[in-house]
């Protein structure tokens, strides 16, 4: 007896084939496809149980991204800092103190 009752209340729309496939791999394509999803509900019939599920979705994906920009970040400034070569910007430029200008001497006031 639940079944039939679960099964009444479920309104699959399997005809509503005109969605195209969406790259989702930056923050701004995501955002384009949470911004079409929220015109889709605001105009008219569109399920939403499946928008609940894209605004879900696109939160953990967003969540991903981001960690990925700043595992990308970290990498840089860890090569960075231990000299290791082979990235394709130079981030820092660290000079000897040798090849530093040197500004001359600095006099710290001596405490009476």
């Keep these: 007896m639940g079944r039939q009752g ?7 729309n399997h005809g509503d ?5 969406r790259p989702l791999k930056t923050i701004g394509e995501v955002s384009l496809l949470l ?8 105009k008219g019939p569109f399920d939403l149980r499946a928008a609940n ?5 696109a939160g953990i994906l967003l969540k991903g991204l981001e960690r990925g920009r ?15 070569r082979g990235m394709d910007t130079v981030l820092f430029e660290f000079k000897s103190p040798k090849e530093q200008p040197h500004e ?3 006099t710290t006031p001596q405490g009476n």
């Design 6 to 12: 679960g099964s009444k209340n479920r309104r699959a």
């Design 17 to 21: 084939c005109d969605l195209q496939h």
């Design 35 to 42: 911004e079409e999803t929220i015109n889709r509900v605001r």
């Design 53 to 57: 599920s894209i605004g879900f979705l």
């Design 70 to 84: 700043v595992e990308e970040r970290l990498d840089h400034l860890e090569a960075a800092m231990t000299g290791k």
């Design 104 to 106: 001359g001497p600095t």
